[in-house]
């Protein structure tokens, strides 16, 4: 069995400030250029204005790939430079950095391991499936379908983080009422730190989401204003929704696939999850400079800390231990989006299609043996 001691990782995982701010200028600076060549040449030719949104959506996906690595910390050796740099390519993509890292840390944690994570489509089992009316069955399969990244990323975007903030503060002001009322000398520092909210876990977490959505909403004010917000909106949400619903399809097809580590937590194995349970993607040198070479999954899950920048020569020097690792290119991804049940007998994801053929047998065999 190989383990994570087989792997040679530790000269990759340190970070390079250098190429680290070549990254940042290379994808920011041309980023911000095409929002401000956007309304120019919509002047001067609409059809010039596509090509420009597919360039937007394509760097927009690149600061998301980079604010990931900041999540990190490996893209910056300073904590605090991963940060700040972090929350800046958050207020880009109008996500909070730091309350979304947090929860992609605990994905890391625990790969592979599908009684804890079910990954950001929030899968269920086979078990669970199964007690579903027909009804919801068809509704479970649909919200999962491919065409619901569209709607679902930008409301992952550009409305979950609004609503996160206004749902906790709402929360807030009721627990404030309600201290005062039971004891109107309590400290106002023991009433914030005794409040707990399902939208952030921590007071670092809310302050992030609460600075995001400052810059955030002052960002689409002042663009509006800048470029008309007619002009503004329509690009931006069009743009934000495919660059969201990029990312999050990446994301998925990179654990749900056929023969995808999906273990129980009894027996589960973190080197299993990360090259089991993780697939390499093989995209088009283009699609990998802006994915920052994201499809090199397997080494990224065994060390977060090794850079995007080093992730592909990482994958090459340890080639060797990875022949078995799943390999997916473009045209795999349709299929991908099949696998969306955990059979935790059998450790595996199953489409609904091949869960419905299974039962169906099962009953007929009971019906003959009968």
């Given at each position: 069995?190989?383990?994570?001691?087989?792997?040679?990782?530790?000269?990759?995982?340190?970070?390079?400030?250098?190429?680290?701010?070549?990254?940042?200028?290379?994808?920011?600076?041309?980023?911000?250029?095409?929002?401000?060549?956007?309304?120019?040449?919509?002047?001067?030719?609409?059809?010039?204005?596509?090509?420009?949104?597919?360039?937007?959506?394509?760097?927009?996906?690149?600061?998301?790939?980079?604010?990931?690595?900041?999540?990190?910390?490996?893209?910056?050796?300073?904590?605090?430079?991963?940060?700040?740099?972090?929350?800046?390519?958050?207020?880009?993509?109008?996500?909070?950095?730091?309350?979304?890292?947090r929860g992609h840390a605990y994905h890391h944690k625990t790969n592979g391991d599908w009684e804890k994570y079910r990954g950001p489509s929030a899968l269920i089992s086979t078990e669970e499936f199964s007690k579903l009316s027909p009804a919801a069955q068809k509704w479970y399969g649909f919200l999962r379908h491919p065409f619901m990244l569209l709607p679902g990323g930008f409301f992952y975007l550009a409305i979950k983080p609004r609503l996160a903030l206004i749902s906790?503060?709402?929360?807030?002001?009721?627990?404030?009422?309600?201290?005062?009322?039971?004891?109107?000398?309590?400290?106002?520092?023991?009433?914030?730190?005794?409040?707990?909210?399902?939208?952030?876990?921590?007071?670092?977490?809310?302050?992030?989401?609460?600075?995001?959505?400052?810059?955030?909403?002052?960002?689409?004010?002042?663009?509006?204003?800048?470029?008309?917000?007619?002009?503004?909106?329509?690009?931006?949400?069009?743009?934000?929704?495919?660059?969201?619903?990029?990312?999050?399809?990446?994301?998925?097809?990179?654990?749900?696939?056929?023969?995808?580590?999906?273990?129980?937590?009894?027996?589960?194995?973190?080197?299993?999850?990360?090259?089991?349970?993780?697939?390499?993607?093989?995209?088009?040198?283009?699609?990998?400079?802006?994915?920052?070479?994201?499809?090199?999954?397997?080494?990224?899950?065994?060390?977060?800390?090794?850079?995007?920048?080093?992730?592909?020569?990482?994958?090459?020097?340890?080639?060797?231990?990875?022949?078995?690792?799943?390999?997916?290119?473009?045209?795999?991804?349709?299929?991908?989006?099949?696998?969306?049940?955990?059979?935790?007998?059998?450790?595996?994801?199953?489409?609904?299609?091949?869960?419905?053929?299974?039962?169906?047998?099962?009953?007929?065999?009971?019906?003959?043996?009968?």
């Amino acid at each position: 069995m190989i383990k994570k001691s087989d792997f040679i990782l530790a000269p990759y995982m340190k970070s390079n400030n250098f190429r680290a701010t070549y990254q940042i200028l290379n994808t920011v600076v041309p980023y911000i250029l095409l929002w401000i060549l956007a309304p120019q040449a919509a002047k001067f030719s609409f059809w010039l204005l596509p090509p420009i949104m597919i360039l937007i959506i394509l760097f927009s996906l690149r600061c998301f790939s980079l604010m990931h690595d900041c999540g990190h910390y490996s893209l910056f050796s300073s904590k605090r430079v991963n940060r700040v740099v972090g929350f800046i390519l958050g207020v880009i993509n109008a996500i909070p950095q730091y309350p979304w890292s947090r929860g992609h840390a605990y994905h890391h944690k625990t790969n592979g391991d599908w009684e804890k994570y079910r990954g950001p489509s929030a899968l269920i089992s086979t078990e669970e499936f199964s007690k579903l009316s027909p009804a919801a069955q068809k509704w479970y399969g649909f919200l999962r379908h491919p065409f619901m990244l569209l709607p679902g990323g930008f409301f992952y975007l550009a409305i979950k983080p609004r609503l996160a903030l206004i749902s906790g503060l709402y929360g807030f002001i009721g627990h404030l009422m309600t201290c005062i009322q039971e004891d109107p000398t309590m400290d106002i520092k023991k009433i914030i730190y005794s409040y707990k909210s399902r939208s952030w876990y921590t007071t670092e977490e809310f302050f992030d989401l609460l600075f995001n959505n400052i810059f955030v909403v002052s960002s689409w004010i002042y663009a509006g204003y800048l470029l008309g917000f007619g002009f503004f909106l329509s690009v931006y949400s069009i743009t934000l929704t495919f660059s969201a619903a990029i990312f999050i399809c990446v994301f998925f097809v990179q654990h749900n696939f056929d023969g995808s580590y999906a273990h129980k937590t009894q027996g589960w194995d973190y080197t299993l999850g990360a090259l089991e349970g993780s697939s390499y993607l093989e995209l088009p040198t283009v699609f990998k400079w802006f994915a920052a070479d994201i499809g090199y999954h397997n080494i990224h899950h065994l060390s977060e800390r090794i850079p995007n920048y080093n992730l592909e020569a990482c994958h090459n020097q340890n080639s060797h231990l990875l022949t078995h690792v799943k390999k997916l290119k473009i045209s795999d991804i349709p299929d991908c989006f099949k696998f969306i049940l955990w059979d935790s007998s059998a450790n595996r994801l199953v489409s609904i299609a091949s869960f419905h053929q299974s039962t169906s047998w099962a009953r007929n065999v009971t019906a003959n043996c009968s």
